[in-house]
Structures are given as C-alpha cells and as structure tokens.
C-alpha cells in the first residue's frame, strides 16, 4: 500500500536541522528475532555505491539496558544508545519480542519526538506493535504479520489495520508485513528517495524483485485468530470455517450472532483486523486451493464445494487473490510437486520463489485505507479491485498465485 506522493508530501512534517533522512538509526530490543533485525541493516549499513546504491549513514541503537540478546542466544552490543537517534531522519524498528509485553517508556518517548522533529518513523513486522505503543499509529492505516494483524487491531482500536498488505506508507510512518515484506519496505524507502534505478541495483545485490505483486492474502490460514477464543462470536466464525460448502453470506452470520449486520461487521474487525466479507471470500479462496491441490473435482465442482453461488465467482475472486485461474494453479501445483508424491506444500512452493513486480499493487487510493475502487457484485458478494493478471515465467510450469505488471 503506497500512499500517492503529493499526499505523502503533505504528511511529512519537516525535519529539525540536525536530522537527516540518509540518516538511518536501527532500534533493536533484546528477544528480537535476528532476521527481521539484520534486514535494515544490510539494507543502509553496507556501502553499495559502486553498484549505483546511494549511501546512507547507520547508527544502530539499543533501545534498552544490554546486553541484548536475539534468538539463538546471540548476544549484540549495540554501538549507541537511544541518544543517537536524535540525529536520525529515519528511525526504524525491526521487530518486537512480545506482541503481549509493553516495549521501554525510554524508547517510545526517543520515537515520539523523532517523530515529532519531523523524522520517518518504520516498523517492520512486530515492530508496528511499538509504533502502536507510541500512539504513532493512531487514526493511520498500518499492517504487520498477518498473524498478528488481529491483535494490533484489538490492542489498538484507533489503527486501521489490514492484514492483506505487504506494507503500508503513511507518509511519515511506514510499517511492513512480516519477515521478508521488510526487504520491501526498504527497497520501497530507497525507491522513494533516491529512484527506481538505486532501488533495483540494491534489489540485484540482495538477489531479490525490486518489488512484489499483491499482498499477504496468499499467505493466511483458516486458524481463528490467537484472542478470539473466548469471545462470543468464536462460535459463529467456527460455524462458518465448517459450512463454506454451504451458500450464506455476512447477513447470515450476523444473525447467528444475534447482531446487526453493522454492529457485526464492527465487532468482527476489531476482533479479526478483517472486514467480515473480506474474509469471507478469502476462507472460500484458500478452501478452493485445497479442493485443486488434493481432489479431481471439476472446476465448477469445486465452485460449488466451497459455496460459491457460480464458477465465474470462483475464478473472478481466485485470479483476484492468487494472480492465476484455478486451472493454472491445479496445473501448478501438481507440476511442481515431487513425483514421488512426498508431497510439496504449496506454503512451500511460495516460500522458494517470490512473485514478481506489479506497479499498480497495494497503493492507496484518494478516497483512503480501505477504499474499493468500482465494486460489483458477483453471486451475492461484493468483488474488491485487485490487481491484474500474471505473466507466468517462461520455460517452466507457473507458479500458484505469481503476478506481474500488466
């Protein structure tokens, strides 16, 4: 999701005179996972300009008392501490330990007035929880990992989170999904200050696209989301995993839960991070997936297993999420698989290659974080824009739910 940039322009406030963008202060915490951590600092705290990356200046902070220690039991000693980052233009937060825990009252004063002197403020995957924390992401569109998309939503009412994107750019605040969504995030703030030319020589160094299409949609699973256990509306959710095969629509669970339709809506957002349609269609997607991956159901047959009123349904809202028809992706899936039938996940299959770029994917239209730009409606449920069509890559078998641009 990227915001236009005359509205970008507008949000960000300007910079004090002792802050500079190409400034990059890292904020890392004890507990933090070393992936998400080491992701900024490949990214502006390597020299890259013989290969036409401009270069920025790096100052890695604790945001605690050391020494910090990451998964693994590595032990770090960060060369500065949260002073440092009243230098920075850009302050990034890699990741948090615990999405249950209250990060350092120290820390979120530091980003509190970095923000307030006008400096970019990212968090990447759990790293939004801190920005949260802040109240940076009050009134805002945010994301983070789509697992932990609900709990952001619940903890932090006033954010306007959404699980689908692989990052959001508010402007002066920029949060990403998790793990390798932080790569790009950061091509995304190289591409935004220094072009598209040094964000594609910074992508071929890290052997990555220089962007990808879609969102995390592809990603999530059935599970119910971690805190909704206990909450009334756990029953209706589970009726509605066990009876996708069925035709209902959000009216029907509404009325299971003994609710109006907008006071449903309201309170499964806050619980899901997901307006309840959205995830409707997305529980039928992934169940037409399964349906392709492990069964000789026909097309249409598999439309009607998973409560799709038609096929056209089915392939509008699966090219829609996955970037290939449900033929394609059968076709595949099952190429791509072993032969000895071991079985390939097809989480597995996406893992190992990533998607290429699609330019017009996840930006924010005008009209705000959750706008759905020419909505019609096909077999009873809205259908929400999303991006084009795949070009598959030539000379091998396509890969479920590749993009590219159009």
Do not use: N
């Not at 507008?10 to 070393?34: D, H, T, W």
């Not at 233009?89 to 006008?118: M, Q, Y």
């Not at 939503?153 to 699980?163: I, L, T």
């Not at 994917?361 to 759905?372: L, Y």
Request: hydrophobic letters at 40%.
């Amino acid at each position: 999701m990227i915001q236009d940039s005359a509205t970008a322009t507008e949000a960000v406030r300007k910079l004090s005179g002792r802050r500079r963008r190409e400034v990059v202060a890292v904020l890392l915490f004890s507990g933090g996972p070393i992936f998400e951590s080491s992701i900024p600092l490949s990214v502006f705290g390597i020299d890259r300009q013989d290969a036409g990356v401009p270069r920025y200046r790096l100052l890695v902070c604790a945001g605690e008392d050391g020494p910090l220690r990451t998964t693994g039991g590595l032990e770090l000693a960060a060369p500065y501490g949260l002073e440092a980052i009243g230098r920075a233009g850009t302050v990034v937060v890699p990741a948090w330990r615990s999405i249950t825990s209250p990060p350092p009252a120290e820390a979120l004063d530091a980003l509190r007035r970095a923000h307030e002197e006008g400096a970019r403020i990212v968090g990447l995957c759990t790293g939004a929880f801190v920005l949260a924390a802040a109240g940076l992401l009050d009134s805002r569109p945010a994301t983070t990992h789509w697992m932990y998309a609900p709990t952001l939503a619940k903890r932090y009412p006033s954010v306007h989170v959404d699980p689908r994107e692989l990052f959001v750019d508010d402007g002066d605040v920029l949060t990403s999904a998790g793990t390798a969504a932080g790569i790009d995030l950061c091509l995304h703030i190289v591409r935004t200050d220094h072009g598209t030319e040094a964000a594609g020589a910074l992508a071929r160094r890290l052997v990555v696209p220089p962007r990808r299409s879609g969102g995390q949609e592809r990603y999530l699973d059935r599970s119910l989301p971690e805190e909704i256990g206990s909450d009334p509306l756990a029953e209706v959710v589970a009726w509605a995993l066990e009876h996708l095969h069925e035709q209902f629509d959000v009216e029907t669970l509404a009325a299971r839960a003994y609710m109006s339709r907008r006071t449903f809506d309201r309170r499964f957002r806050s619980l899901t991070g997901s307006a309840p349609l959205q995830w409707l269609i997305t529980q039928r997607v992934l169940q037409a997936q399964r349906l392709l991956e492990t069964s000789e159901y026909s097309v249409d047959e598999v439309a009607g297993r998973c409560g799709f009123r038609s096929p056209v349904a089915l392939r509008g809202h699966f090219r829609r999420q996955l970037g290939s028809s449900p033929a394609a992706y059968r076709a595949a899936y099952r190429a791509r698989r072993p032969q000895s039938g071991g079985g390939e996940g097809v989480g597995d299959v996406m893992g190992t290659i990533v998607p290429t770029q699609a330019g017009a994917a996840g930006r924010r239209g005008a009209a705000g974080p959750h706008a759905v730009t020419s909505p019609t409606v096909v077999a009873g449920v809205s259908e929400l824009g999303r991006p084009s069509p795949d070009a598959f890559v030539a000379g091998r078998p396509a890969l479920p739910g590749q993009r590219s641009a159009p």
